[in-house]
């Protein structure tokens, strides 16, 4: 599933970011901030009806995100134990 799909306060890890194109600047600093895969993280809040930003947590770290950049950062729910 993508970051977006992801419900506010749901736990899970990146599996991976997606290039759009070789060399791609936004895929590199998504991952420079520390989207890779393992790492844990929520979404925090999300904008009224469906607007820019998501408020995304990695690690201890809140990043405001554009949709079209969360798109790109593929996830897995955490499982249940």
């Known amino acids: 599933m993508r970051l977006t799909d992801l419900s506010r306060g749901t736990t899970a890890y990146v599996e991976r970011v997606d290039d759009a194109h070789e060399h791609d600047p936004i895929a590199k600093r998504l991952r420079d901030l ?30 405001a995100l554009r949709r079209a950049e969360a798109l790109r950062v593929s996830v897995a729910e955490a499982c249940a134990s």
């Open 34 to 63: 520390g989207f890779v895969p393992g790492e844990p993280v929520r979404v925090v809040a999300h904008a009224p009806w469906s607007a820019d930003p998501l408020l995304v947590q990695i690690g201890s770290t809140r990043f």
